[in-house]
């Protein structure tokens, strides 16, 4: 992913995106709040980091309300047998038996969901900064609505459950550096998978990739990123595929208040905005 990475969406900036933040909405203090502008690292550097550490600071002050979490879990799974969908066990068992596919994919989990974010994300800050505050804005609503799903249903995840029906991956094969292992689970809320922010922060990182790449190969490898990481919260039994349904939906709301407070979806904006202190008439033909 470079400067050159830059698909067919460029051609429609010009005419369309500057239009949804500027003119007569780029007047007064809410104009200018709304219309893209270039990033400034050590804000989005401290920004960033103090959203983390409050998300974390939240999602972990969440009551666990482990009794509650099992029974919810014991729910899903129940409803997911009912419907005929419930092909986590299956999955769960079946990659196990694999021992270095399944190391692997517990190191994916503890790592990959975090590397793969702020790569994105440094990349947007880089090559597309016209676009990075309302993609940034799309990540941060949809982990905010993750918050409120972790307190509204607290969920025992599949590797949790009472019942012994499936493989705990991450004890079983002692994996190094997992939340969900050792001295370290105690340090995240262990009753909080639904909505799960693996598949929608992958998914944001996807369709990010996606949209902006000019590079197919690079494109399809990040539609293929959210899919993988399916596959890998499923077989460490880690969350409920239902799990996943959560994380699209909350991804869909970080993407509509995006949406809302920008006028356009981030992939249509301007990629490249003009600094402080440029007149008006140029920040609007910028691209």
Same mark, same amino acid.
Request: with cysteine.
């Given at each position: 992913?470079?400067?050159?990475?830059?698909?067919?969406?460029?051609?429609?900036?010009?005419?369309?995106? #500057?239009?949804?933040?500027?003119?007569?909405?780029?007047?007064?203090?809410?104009?200018?709040?709304?219309?893209? *502008?270039?990033?400034?690292?050590?804000?989005?550097? %401290?920004?960033?980091?103090?959203?983390?550490?409050?998300?974390?600071?939240?999602? /972990?002050?969440? #009551?666990?309300?482990?009794?509650?979490?099992?029974? /919810?879990?014991?729910?899903?799974?129940?409803?997911?047998?009912?419907?005929?969908?419930?092909?986590?066990?299956? &999955?769960?068992?079946?990659?196990?038996?694999?021992?270095?596919?399944?190391?692997?994919? /517990?190191?994916?989990?503890?790592?990959?969901?975090?590397? @793969?974010?702020?790569? &994105?994300?440094?990349?947007?800050?880089?090559? $597309?900064?016209?676009?990075?505050?309302?993609? *940034? %804005?799309?990540?941060?609503?949809?982990?905010?609505?993750?918050?409120?799903?972790?307190?509204?249903?607290?969920?025992? #995840?599949?590797? %949790?459950?009472?019942?012994?029906?499936?493989?705990?991956?991450?004890? &079983?094969? $002692?994996?190094?550096?997992? @939340?969900?292992?050792?001295?370290?689970?105690?340090?995240?809320?262990?009753?909080?998978? @639904? #909505?799960?922010? $693996?598949?929608?922060?992958?998914?944001?990182?996807? %369709?990010?990739?996606?949209?902006?790449?000019?590079?197919?190969?690079?494109?399809?490898?990040?539609?293929?990123?959210?899919?993988?990481?399916?596959?890998?919260?499923?077989?460490?039994? /880690? $969350?409920?595929?239902?799990?996943?349904?959560?994380? &699209?939906?909350?991804?869909?709301?970080?993407?509509?208040?995006?949406?809302?407070?920008?006028?356009?979806?981030?992939?249509?904006?301007?990629?490249?905005?003009?600094?402080?202190?440029?007149?008006?008439?140029?920040?609007?033909?910028?691209?």
């Amino acid at each position: 992913m470079s400067d050159s990475t830059v698909t067919q969406w460029e051609g429609r900036d010009e005419a369309a995106g #500057p239009r949804a933040v500027t003119g007569r909405d780029g007047r007064g203090v809410l104009g200018r709040l709304r219309r893209p *502008r270039r990033p400034r690292l050590w804000f989005e550097i %401290l920004l960033i980091a103090v959203s983390y550490w409050t998300y974390s600071l939240i999602r /972990n002050a969440v #009551p666990e309300q482990k009794d509650e979490a099992l029974r /919810n879990a014991d729910w899903i799974w129940s409803a997911e047998r009912l419907l005929g969908i419930d092909v986590e066990r299956s &999955v769960n068992h079946a990659l196990n038996s694999v021992t270095w596919l399944i190391i692997g994919m /517990n190191y994916y989990y503890a790592t990959l969901h975090f590397v @793969m974010t702020i790569g &994105v994300l440094v990349w947007l800050y880089r090559w $597309h900064p016209g676009r990075y505050a309302a993609a *940034r %804005l799309a990540l941060f609503a949809t982990t905010g609505g993750a918050l409120v799903g972790y307190y509204l249903f607290p969920l025992a #995840p599949p590797r %949790l459950m009472r019942g012994g029906y499936f493989v705990d991956t991450v004890l &079983v094969h $002692h994996t190094w550096g997992s @939340m969900a292992s050792g001295d370290l689970k105690h340090m995240s809320n262990q009753y909080a998978a @639904m #909505p799960s922010m $693996h598949i929608g922060w992958s998914l944001w990182c996807g %369709l990010t990739i996606f949209a902006l790449a000019s590079v197919p190969w690079v494109r399809v490898l990040g539609l293929l990123y959210p899919l993988a990481t399916l596959v890998v919260i499923v077989s460490t039994a /880690n $969350h409920f595929w239902l799990d996943a349904v959560g994380g &699209v939906v909350c991804l869909s709301f970080g993407f509509a208040v995006a949406r809302l407070w920008y006028g356009a979806v981030p992939y249509a904006l301007p990629r490249v905005v003009a600094g402080r202190g440029v007149p008006e008439a140029a920040r609007a033909t910028a691209s």
